[in-house]
C-alpha cells in the first residue's frame, strides 16, 4: 500500500491533537496547580499543558518510528509536527473558549452535550491544521 506523506501526516495530527487533549486533561487533573489563562479557561493548567505537549511528543515518535513505514519520514520531522500541534491546538482551544466567553454560552453546540459542542472538537484542529500544512510545504519547498 502507498501513501503519500501528506496524508499520514493530516491523519496523524488528529491523532495527536486527540493526544495531547487526553493527557493534558489527565495530567492537569492529577497534578495541575497553576492556572494557564484563568480567565478564558480556568481549568486548564500549566501542568496539563506541558503533560500534554510531552504525551504527544512521545505519541509522535512512537507513530514514526514503529508505525509509518515510509522511507522518507524523519522523527525530529514527527516531533516538530506534534509540537506544533500541541501548541497551536492548544491556542486554537483557548480562542474558542474566548469566543463562547464574549457569547455568554458554556456550549458551542447542542449536537454534542457535555462536550462542549462540535466546535470544541474541532477547535483546536481547526487551528493547528493551516500551521501543520505551512509546515510541510516549508519543508517539501526546501528540501
Known amino acids: 500500500m502507498i501513501m503519500r506523506m501528506e496524508t ?3 491523519s496523524t495530527s488528529i491523532v495527536k491533537k486527540r493526544t495531547n487533549d487526553t493527557f493534558a486533561y489527565i495530567v492537569g487533573k492529577s497534578i495541575g496547580k497553576h492556572k494557564l489563562l484563568e480567565k478564558i479557561s480556568p481549568k486548564k493548567t500549566i501542568e496539563g499543558f506541558i503533560g500534554g505537549i510531552i504525551f504527544t511528543v512521545l505519541a ?3 507513530i514514526a518510528k514503529y508505525y509509518i513505514q515510509i522511507k522518507e519520514v524523519n522523527t525530529f520531522i514527527w516531533i516538530i509536527i506534534a509540537l506544533i500541534v500541541s501548541i497551536f491546538g492548544t491556542i486554537g482551544d483557548l480562542i474558542e473558549s474566548k469566543f463562547k466567553r464574549i457569547a455568554g454560552v458554556k456550549d458551542s453546540g447542542k449536537i454534542m452535550p457535555g462536550h462542549g459542542g462540535v466546535l470544541d472538537r474541532l477547535d483546536s484542529i481547526i487551528f493547528a491544521a493551516p500551521i501543520v500544512y505551512s509546515f510541510y510545504q516549508i519543508l517539501y519547498y526546501v528540501s
Open 8 to 10: 499520514v501526516i493530516n
Open 60 to 62: 509522535s515518535y512512537i
